[in-house]
């Protein structure tokens, strides 16, 4: 039988959850069923193309410089798929799924979109783009099931829209002895580190992160350091915080990083300020990494964590809490081990990345022509 030619089409391979978790989940595969194509058009985001490729998977760049060139790349597409004789096409993020809905409209080949953001935060072209084209396509699969009801409750549509769960690779993020970012950044072994993994967006509220994190260090005689992950449009304004609040010695920024398991494993207690998030891959590989949760409630995180059982979180208008929240994890070290355990029991039986892919794959097999 021959095998089912997928084809990805995603605005970037750079280092956003939604990318990383495409070689994630072609690590899981069934390759001796699918075949995996992938199409990106900014060249200058491509941290994942590398990895993509050594583990089998097949990467082009159709190079555009915004999303109105990105549309007017369609003919490129369409002509790759004729090629390449692919069977599906799956979409990530808005402008990814416009592009998908019309080679959908011009060719018939299935379409299945995955979103990973609420609607309401999406801008009002975006929304407005998405309501329209919204139904040129077989298949919607929300990450979460507020992203499914916000799709239901915006856009009302006439196809069927399916949760699937994002997942993580919990026998990949697994907890070991490694001390070498701890060193790197010559963090005491008897330190607490606060961490995160983000793009630098507005809804991460990273300037906020700072704030919280700067009050929880004066009111505490431990040792306290932190780990912020990642770049993004705001890196200067978040930098300028940092030494508005002379934290320079304090809060250590990496960059953008393809692997960050190692900058997990330094990493005792995982918080999150966001205003909005759909079902973050960070977090549940935080979670897998046996670090305690100390976030607010946005959007699939409250599906996520059980409040006191798996992590501790706050309203997301109450994010000062996070300080009240994280001293009490600093104060209590029985209950942030409690915590830490229970958040990869959490994921491994409820958020493995095994189930994801097999969900993604029945529907590849129900939705390909």
């Not at 409690?338 to 097999?365: C, D, G, P, T, W």
């Amino acid at each position: 039988m021959p095998k089912i030619k997928v084809l990805h089409i995603i605005k970037s391979l750079g280092r956003g959850g939604a990318e990383m978790l495409l070689p994630e989940t072609l690590k899981l595969h069934d390759h001796n069923k699918f075949d995996f194509h992938y199409i990106y058009f900014l060249p200058w985001k491509d941290q994942m193309v590398e990895y993509i490729q050594k583990i089998g998977g097949k990467v082009s760049c159709i190079s555009a410089k915004n999303n109105i060139e990105l549309i007017g790349k369609y003919p490129e597409v369409i002509e790759y798929c004729k090629n390449e004789k692919i069977d599906l096409i799956h979409c990530h993020l808005p402008w990814a799924g416009f592009l998908g809905r019309l080679i959908y409209r011009k060719t018939g080949i299935p379409v299945l979109y995955s979103e990973h953001n609420m609607q309401e935060r999406y801008h009002f072209i975006t929304k407005a783009i998405n309501k329209f084209s919204f139904n040129s396509q077989s298949l919607a699969i929300g990450v979460s099931e507020d992203v499914s009801n916000s799709i239901k409750s915006n856009i009302n549509p006439k196809i069927p829209v399916k949760t699937i769960l994002n997942g993580v690779n919990t026998e990949s993020f697994i907890r070991s002895e490694n001390d070498s970012i701890r060193k790197q950044f010559d963090i005491p072994r008897d330190a607490l580190v606060f961490g995160n993994v983000a793009v630098f967006r507005f809804q991460k509220r990273l300037v906020q992160w700072l704030r919280i994190f700067k009050n929880i260090k004066e009111s505490n005689s431990h040792k306290v350091y932190g780990i912020i992950v990642g770049a993004g449009p705001l890196e200067s304004e978040i930098q300028a915080e940092v030494e508005k609040l002379n934290l320079g010695n304090s809060v250590y920024f990496p960059g953008l990083q393809t692997n960050v398991k190692p900058y997990l494993e330094a990493m005792d207690v995982f918080m999150m300020s966001s205003s909005f998030e759909g079902l973050p891959i960070a977090l549940l590989e935080a979670m897998s990494m046996e670090c305690a949760i100390v976030s607010t409630n946005a959007g699939g995180i409250k599906e996520v964590i059980r409040n006191g059982k798996d992590g501790l979180l706050c309203d997301v208008d109450q994010w000062k809490d996070l300080e009240h929240l994280s001293n009490k994890l600093i104060n209590d070290p029985e209950l942030l081990k409690n915590l830490s355990i229970n958040a990869r029991e959490r994921v491994k039986k409820e958020f493995s990345m095994v189930k994801m892919v097999e969900e993604l794959e029945r529907n590849y097999e129900t939705f390909s022509v």
